[in-house]
T-cell receptor, first 113, second 114 residues
Framework: GENVEQHPSTLSVQEGDSAVIKCTYS??????FPWYKQELGKGPQLIID?????GEKKDQRIAVTLNKTAKHFSLHITETQPEDSAVYFC????????????FGQGTELSVKP | NAGVMQNPRHLVRRRGQEARLRCSPM?????VYWYRQLPEEGLKFMVY????????ESGMPKERFSAEFPKEGPSILRIQQVVRGDSAAYFC????????????FGPGTRLTVL
């Protein structure tokens, strides 16, 4: 079955710097890759997603890139702010075949003012 | 548009008791997913349901756990004879009928087994 590895497990940056979180997946059938942000005591919030028919997607300060050949995808956050501090999860699934998302282990991002 | 609702938010049970967790999907959403999150870990898929049907229960423990999504009312995740290892946060997500993977999560139920 699918396996998703996520790195790093913790990341500390200064406010205004960029943050990059990387994930790899094992199942070449996976074609949908969402990213979630989870704040303490809350449920995961979908922040951006990408399908395998595109290589990059951007939404304001966040962007996701996908390399299908290498089976890895990354989240980029620019101009980080203290409110970006949270745990970020990547996931993989098969779009429109329904069902499960396989999640990475999470990255705890800390943005220092 | 209200988000995914889960209740209770916190549930304490003694070993051997039953736990019932409820999830009301977002309006217009017909797919429900349950995930479990152990402390300091990622989310693990448990089960995927549509109204009155279990589509994929490959992540569900074979014993003591069951899930349903009736025609009327919320989805229920039921854990019988709870053990300490069941202590975790249980999240429900829902998705619209035509975009199965865009899953929106509720706030979770934090189960503590004493």
């Amino acid at each position: 079955g699918e396996n998703v590895e996520q790195h790093p497990s913790t990341l500390s940056v200064q406010e205004g710097d960029s943050a990059v979180i990387k994930c790899t997946y094992s199942d070449s059938a996976s074609n949908y890759f969402p990213w979630y942000k989870q704040e303490l005591g809350k449920g995961p919030q979908l922040i951006i997603d990408i399908r395998s028919n595109v290589g990059e997607k951007k939404d304001q300060r966040i962007a996701v890139t996908l390399n299908k050949t290498a089976k890895h995808f990354s989240l980029h956050i620019t101009e980080t702010q203290p409110e970006d501090s949270a745990v970020y999860f990547c996931a993989a699934g098969i779009y429109n075949q329904g069902g499960k998302l396989i999640f990475g282990q999470g990255t705890e991002l800390s943005v220092k003012p | 548009n209200a988000g995914v609702m889960q209740n209770p938010r916190h549930l304490v049970r003694r070993r051997g008791q039953e736990a019932r967790l409820r999830c009301s999907p977002m309006k217009g959403h017909s797919h429900v997913y349950w995930y479990r999150q152990l402390p300091e870990e990622g989310l693990k898929f448990m089960v995927y349901l549509q109204k009155e049907n279990i589509i994929d229960e490959s992540g569900m423990p074979k014993e003591r756990f069951s899930a349903e999504f009736p025609k009327e009312g919320p989805s229920i995740l039921r854990i019988q004879q709870v053990v300490r290892g069941d202590s975790a946060a249980y999240f429900c997500a829902s998705s619209p009928p035509n975009t199965y993977n865009e899953q929106f999560f509720g706030p979770g139920t934090r189960l503590t087994v004493l």
